[in-house]
């Protein structure tokens, strides 16, 4: 094996600052090495595009078992029974996703498009007339409620804990920091309200988390474990739609010719989603843990080691992307890892492609222009990147 020079760094991925203008220390952690050391955690991290994905596709070699967060589960308790999806491997991972896979086939996600775009016209008019709106309260959340809870089939009360959990699941793969420890103070009744309705008597009989539970059963799975994967699609479906559709609004306000560009082809909704999620990915980064030792880009990377894959950098690495940091609705953007890659990309990107795409549709066809009205404040999550406020003012 060469012997390169390890390139590390005593960068804060988690740090208040880091986390609110990731993009510098992004491209200094691209430009010091294919892998670096991070000394103030005693990890690896990966900010490249190619490694990025190498990493993504080798899930033998970068397993999740361990925890995709910072905690490696072979050491420390982790903070919530894991994931059958998102913290497994083959070959439990693979049933685990099967019987989502098949929850979300086409016929079932066609089967949601008359209603998400009910909704999406719905709260499209109500911001159209009331001019200026807060894009995150009013506009994306609100929509990622409605749609999401109602396709689960959800009751219609308490929803808000749906983005509680959400942020508070992101916020747990990072370190014990102030973002960890506020998300999960107090939070005992959040998640005994998402454990409740996890349980199949509390659910809709046509909705989507009824159907998880059906074809779980099929499958030979306990009610406990399909409980458990129903509780992957309430902590991974609402704050990364909030955080798509938010983060959308923030592109087009600061590119209004982006959205004429929209507005004149609206058939460009689809790809105009994955860009912003390429440009302004919500979900930042997640971990792997080696299953042995590995050469990344001519580094010696020890086995049970942690590493951490920046994701949002991969997709803004201009030794992939022609002018990553411009946003643009043409680009031709497949091979974004914003969903991730591999066989733990996104599940319900099916899902999530189709809210945007409609919501896009919809606001496209109404609103002339998108304007900053005022000063956006930034989400610090140790996980999403995204608003907790977004002034703005819709012109017809
Ligand atoms: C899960 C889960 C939680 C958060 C995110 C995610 C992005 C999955 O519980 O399986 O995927």
Not at 44 to 54: G, L, S
Not at 55 to 60: F, I, R, T, V
Request: charged content about 25%; aromatic content about 8%; glycine content about 8%.
């Amino acid at each position: 094996m060469s012997t390169v020079q390890i390139a590390s760094s005593d960068l804060d991925p988690f740090s208040d600052e880091f986390l609110a203008e990731p993009y510098e220390p992004h491209r200094h952690l691209r430009d010091a090495g294919p892998v670096v050391w991070l000394e103030k955690y005693g990890l690896w991290a990966m900010a490249r595009y190619a490694e990025v994905r190498a990493a993504l596709s080798d899930a033998e070699t970068y397993c999740s078992s361990a925890g995709v967060g910072i905690s490696d589960f072979r050491r420390e308790k982790p903070w919530r029974v894991p994931s059958l999806l998102l913290e497994a491997d083959p070959p439990e991972h693979t049933r685990a996703r099967a019987v989502i896979s098949k929850a979300l086939s086409p016929a079932t996600v066609r089967g949601l498009r008359d209603n998400f775009r009910a909704t999406a016209d719905k709260l499209v008019d109500e911001v159209v007339a009331a001019g200026e709106l807060d894009a995150i309260a009013d506009f994306a959340t609100r929509f990622a409620l409605t749609a999401f809870a109602d396709a689960v089939g959800l009751p219609a009360a308490e929803r808000e804990n749906l983005h509680s959990y959400g942020n508070m699941v992101f916020n747990t793969f990072g370190p014990r920091n102030h973002l960890f420890e506020e998300a999960v103070a107090g939070a005992g009744p959040v998640r005994e309200w998402i454990d409740a309705h996890c349980q199949p008597d509390l659910l809709a009989p046509d909705g989507l988390g009824m159907r998880i539970h059906r074809i779980a059963a099929e499958h030979g799975l306990s009610t406990s474990d399909s409980a458990l994967l129903l509780r992957s699609f309430l902590s991974a479906g609402v704050d990364t739609t909030v955080h798509s559709l938010g983060n959308a609004i923030f592109c087009f306000a600061e590119n209004p010719a982006e959205w004429d560009a929209l507005r004149a082809e609206p058939a460009l909704a689809r790809t105009a989603l994955d860009e912003v999620i390429r440009y302004e990915s919500p979900v930042q980064t997640f971990f792997r843990t080696t299953t042995r030792e590995v050469d990344a880009g001519g580094v010696r990377v020890p086995a049970g080691a942690k590493v951490l894959l920046f994701l949002g950098s991969a997709n803004r690495d201009p030794r992939h992307w022609d002018a990553p940091d411009r946003f643009s609705v043409r680009r031709r953007v497949a091979g974004h890892v914003g969903f991730g890659f591999g066989i733990h990309a996104c599940v319900g990107a099916v899902m999530a492609r189709l809210e945007g795409e409609i919501v896009l549709a919809s606001m496209a066809e109404r609103i002339g222009r998108i304007e900053p009205a005022g000063k956006p404040r930034r989400l610090l999550n140790n996980t999403l990147r995204g608003r907790t406020h977004l002034p703005v003012r819709v012109v017809v």
